[in-house]
């Protein structure tokens, strides 16, 4: 990788990013504020403020905060605690340096919503934002200033338990939903008492772990880098994110907790971030075992001098860095501007004026029937319907129905990985929902069947016998929340346990079936997919699941949620993405083309699908023009028509294909959608617009460019239908 050539020509290309780059309420104002800080601290003072613990209910953190020697802790909650704390740093130590609070705030605080990728799911970056804001108000209000969130990492292999925690597989939707969640937590002022600073992770490619494995090698070519994995990052940082957590993973043989190249010269030249960076867990520390650095003090020179300013958890700044500045090894200057970065958070924060939190706020804020209401929205837009055949769905209010499998009546585990101040008593599980939305709540019948693991099948013949003698039988199948998130990756996504015999016995009744899937990635479901007749995902859907899968299945909602990912058949598929490179050899009829023997080369469902209880018919495809410059920005239209008998939102999706450039494209690109609500019969013209920003790419010298050229663009409901229509670059 090159590192330093390119930056007179990036520094032109994005400018736009750079503009943008304003963290809410920035102004070169506060800089002589900070200089005047900087000015009267020690270097102990200063290395203290780099520091930041876990925990903070310990003697020793205590004695930190009041010498003012931490600058932050993580995992500390509540207005009592953080207050307590906080009244030690501002009030005892010399120079009266607030600590930040920091927390994992990934899909709610009290309030919790569906995990991430289901709400990615929901295409719609207008809810996320409100589900972030719900968030941030709540954990402000019980002491926090920063989230770790959003986690924007991009990932193509489901193995990877974290793929629970980013937006899916694409660039596009992925950069969105990053810069929704940044406006969620932040809003348009870090210091007001509903908003919370965020930090955007895992800076980079930690997504790409070979093998799926978490925590493992990647090796992504700098094009790669720049066209699939930095874009959600840069989208975060053009939206005004405060910070960002470098990644655990090594990087083409630098670790990301190390990386110059992706620290300094791409965040702060290319794209002018001026907030700071927080390694992840003892990242730092870690860069021992990676073999990079050979004692603790270089590994604290590599990652101070790569752009890491906060040490989260492994000391490793607190104890190296004293002799490190003593050897002259790292200069004042290299401190100060790491406090400077730290600094300026805080005082964006308005910690420096409200270092407290009013103890009252908690029972105001926390789980409203308004966050509730948003909660419940939030999860029916994040179910997908990936089959209804015969129109079994929705279900008859008065039909009998079985509700049966391990997961139909689990608090826990709707609550999903990430689980913050969630609490498994506050969360709706399918059968409640299900009973409560029936006409008798004693038509709804349950039986788990089995558990999410191990081999027990006793518990199948009560399932099948309440199966024959219901009119329906939802089977509740999928992941316990522990199978999906950090640490959490799985060499086999098939349902776990004997969950899918238990839908075969229960399917061999006879009876009308419906599969509801509860898990944190795609699973691969062959044999459900072909033999059951309707199957919903529903992921973690938070503490509303059970009201929002009830609305589903009985048509108080229709479905409108579509795949952030590309579902495989088989795990021996993956990586799996609909973004893939053409090959020389495209499948085809013949052998001698990409594919497998075993197995088709097609997924089980495409990125961007979803079914409706309506149809939706696309026509009309119209350009405004059908030659443009590089420069130029181009119209694209279809008409959008409801087709079928009930109201419902479509997510018209549009793709383009640059047919040929100096480098191998992709052989579709999201580069535009929109959730268009319609009744039956009413049809819509919706417009997209391409420009350089959706056309470029970066070529063999990693310049973002239009290149000239014939391009195709499709306006359809996923990655694989739509309308098609062409255009030239000229
Ligand atoms: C490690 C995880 O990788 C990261 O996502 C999280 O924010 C930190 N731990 C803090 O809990």
Known sequence: MNHRGGLVVWA?????????????????????????????MTLDEKIGQLQQYAGGESAEHREMAAAGRVGSFLNVRGAESTNALQKLAVENSRLGIPLMFGLDVIHGYKTLFPIPLAEAASWNPELVERAAAVAAREARACGIHWTFAPMVDIARDPRWGRIAEGSGEDPYLGATLAAARVHGFQGMDLSAPDRIAACVKHYVAYGAAEGGRDYNTTEVSERTLRD????????????????????????????????????????????????????????????????????????????LSAGIEMDMEGRIYKNALPGLVERGLVSTAAIDEAVRRILRIKILLGLFENPYTDPDLEKQMLRT?????IARQMARESIVLLKNDKNILPLSRSARVAVIGP??????????????????????????????????????LHARGCDVLGSDRSGFKEAIQLAKRSDVVIAVVGESADLSGEASSRADLALPGVQEQLVQEVAATGKPLVVVLLAGRPLTIPWIAEQVPAILMAWHGGVQAGSAVADVLF????????????????????PLYYNHKNTGRP???????TKYLDWPITPQYVFGFGRSYSTFAYSHLSLDKNEMGPRAMLTVSAVVKNSGRVAGDEVVQLYVRDLAGSVTRPVKELKGFKRVY??????????????????????????HQVEPGRFKVWIGPNSAEGIEGDFCVR
């Not at 909602?557 to 795990?571: D, K």
Request: contains cysteine; hydrophobic residues 45%.
């Open 369 to 373: 029937p308004e966050n509730l209401a």
């Open 407 to 444: 997961l139909a009546d689990r608090q826990q585990d709707l609550l999903g990985t990430w689980a913050c101040e969630g609490e498994a008593g506050d969360v709706i599980t399918l059968l409640q929902g299900i009973r409560s939305a029936a006409v008798k709540p004693d038509l709804v």
């Open 587 to 593: 499948t085809n009829e013949q052998k001698w083309s």
């Open 555 to 574: 048509g108080d909602y229709n479905p409108s949620g579509r795949l952030p990912l590309t579902w495989p058949r088989t795990v021996g598929q993956v």
């Open 678 to 703: 319609l009744e039956p019969g009413e049809s819509r013209k919706i417009e997209f617009t391409l420009g350089p920003g959706e056309l470029g790419f970066h070529d063999a010298h990693h310049r």
């Open 12 to 40: 032109i290309i994005l400018i736009p990013v750079m503009l943008a780059a304003q963290i809410p309420g920035y102004g070169t104002e506060i800089e002589s504020r900070i200089d005047a800080m900087v000015a009267q």
């Open 228 to 303: 699939v994995y930095l874009p959600p990052f840069a989208a975060a940082v053009r939206a005004g994110a405060a910070t960002l957590m470098s990644a655990f993973n090594d990087l083409n043989g630098i670790p990301a907790s190390a990386n110059p190249f992706t620290l300094t010269d791409i965040l702060r030249h290319e794209w002018g971030f001026k907030g700071f960076v927080v390694s992840d867990w003892n990242s730092i520390g870690e860069l021992l075992n990676h073999g990079i650095a050979a004692d603790s003090a270089e590994a604290a020179w590599r990652a």
